[in-house]
């Protein structure tokens, strides 16, 4: 099922997305860095998205997970850089439709706002930011947590030569299931490659580490590629290393465009 919904959201893509591909940017853009996601990686890119801009970052996924089967989507996360090095978040709610018919049913799921500051150069030329936001209990009793959840992310990136590239990130969600809070640690490091100008590819290692219930850790491959300065296409695929994650395949769309020019 999912295949056809990526092959209709893909062509539909291309086709409104055609005019454009391979435009040159105009000149007040120039100066400006090329898109740079949270996505489809675990881990959060270690940079904020320029001042004045917003970023929409999309997709839809696919999990397999013991005998269930979900499709969620659209996945958006919307980032307006407030400043040089400081962005605000929001998440809008997530549709997760159960396909296999048993289980949880379907609905939207929570919503979340946050901030991201970008923290600079660490010392060895490590690239660092960090991430605090809340969920909000928006979405529908089958899939919201029905708290006011919040989490912390610290990523960082650092340069191994100019088409190799090393990151990794460090969380602490918490939660909530049932009545209590089930704190939650989660580690990932990521090795990326560029192939092309605009194209990459990754693999990573991701592990969720809850003090309540086993752990979940993946490994994950995927692929980005800029179809121009400010737009980004990706995919992945996802592989429980665990035996009770099960696996999950995803596309996505981000794009980024410039609402006022600072001054």
Not at 144 to 159: E, F, K, R
Request: no cysteine; aromatic share 12%.
């Amino acid at each position: 099922m999912l295949t056809r919904v990526l092959a209709t959201w893909l062509a539909f893509t291309v086709v409104a997305l055609a005019p454009v591909w391979g435009q040159d940017q105009p000149a007040s853009a120039d100066s400006s860095p090329p898109i740079a996601t949270d996505r489809p990686s675990f881990t959060n890119s270690s940079v904020v998205v320029p001042a004045g801009s917003l970023q929409a970052e999309n997709g839809f996924l696919e999990t397999y997970n013991q005998g269930q089967n979900f499709i969620d989507g659209p996945e958006s996360l919307l980032r307006f850089g407030v400043a040089a090095k400081t962005e605000l978040r929001f998440t809008v709610p997530d549709y997760f439709y159960n396909a296999s018919g048993g289980g949880p049913g379907s609905g939207f799921g929570d919503s979340a706002i946050g901030v991201k500051q970008q923290l600079g150069l660490a010392p060895g030329g490590f690239d660092v930011s960090a991430t605090v936001f809340v969920s909000l209990p928006t979405g529908a009793k089958t899939v919201s947590s029905g708290g006011y959840d919040p989490g912390l992310q610290v990523a960082w990136s650092h340069g191994l030569s100019a088409k190799w590239t090393a990151a990794g990130m460090l969380s602490m969600y918490w939660p909530t299931q049932g009545q209590s809070r089930n704190r939650t640690g989660q580690a990932t490091i990521l090795v990326d490659r560029q192939i092309t100008g605009p194209w990459d590819a990754f693999v990573e290692y991701a592990g969720n580490f809850p003090e309540r219930g086993g752990t979940r850790q993946f490994l994950h491959v995927g692929t980005a590629l800029k179809l121009a300065k400010t737009q980004q296409l990706d995919f992945q695929f996802g592989e429980s290393l665990t035996g009770t994650a099960g696996r999950f395949v995803g596309i996505g769309y981000s794009f980024r465009f410039q609402v006022f020019h600072r001054r």
